[in-house]
């Protein structure tokens, strides 16, 4: 397994992108600027995103593991290797999320734990109604992990 840092044509990755934030011009605000993660074992198998808040804080923007490769620790394994990468850098790493029981637990099992809600995040700033399943993403809930620890 390796995970390389991509510097280039990082809109080879959308369609892996696109799992996590389905509206590509949401994703282009964050691309860009943002520093891309890929985690390979054989082909390639998650993406994940992350941009600088300010010189305490980071946040993680985006991660996706192709379906049928997920639930085999690739997300963790990602998430394990950028909370090393930045904690020399930043004290705390921001993620935001909808309010999905499922992905909030795979975060607070990577070591994030509740931060503050943004009211009406996904209504606001989605050109179409988004769900999870059922569930109509609303809220942007934060969660942040101690990069310290
Ligand atoms: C969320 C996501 C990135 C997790 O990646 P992954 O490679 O499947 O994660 P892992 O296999 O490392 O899972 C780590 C832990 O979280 C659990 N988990 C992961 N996804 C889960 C889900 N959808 N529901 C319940 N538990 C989940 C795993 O069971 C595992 O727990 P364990 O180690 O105790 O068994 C992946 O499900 C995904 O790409 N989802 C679609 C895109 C998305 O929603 N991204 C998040 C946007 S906010």
Not at 38 to 45: E, R, V
Not at 47 to 66: D, R
Not at 96 to 101: I, K
Request: proline share 1%; aromatic share 12%.
């Amino acid at each position: 397994m390796r995970i390389e840092k991509i510097t280039e044509n990082k809109k080879q990755f959308l369609d892996l992108l696109l799992l996590a934030d389905e509206q590509e011009n949401m994703i282009d605000k964050y691309l860009s600027s943002g520093d891309l993660f890929a985690l390979f074992d054989g082909d390639l198998k998650s993406v994940c995103v992350v941009v600088a808040i300010n010189s305490e804080t980071c946040e993680l923007k985006n991660i996706a593991t192709y379906e049928k490769y997920q639930n085999k620790g690739y997300g963790r394994e990602l998430i394990n290797y950028i909370s090393n990468f930045y904690k020399s850098h930043f004290k705390t790493m921001l993620v935001g999320t909808g309010e999905t029981p499922s992905i909030l637990s795979f975060y607070k099992s990577c070591g994030f734990e509740m931060s503050h809600r943004v009211k009406n995040f996904f209504t606001d700033n989605y050109d179409h109604p988004m769900y999870e399943g059922d569930i109509q993403l609303v809220d942007m809930i934060y969660l942040k992990k101690d990069l310290s620890k």
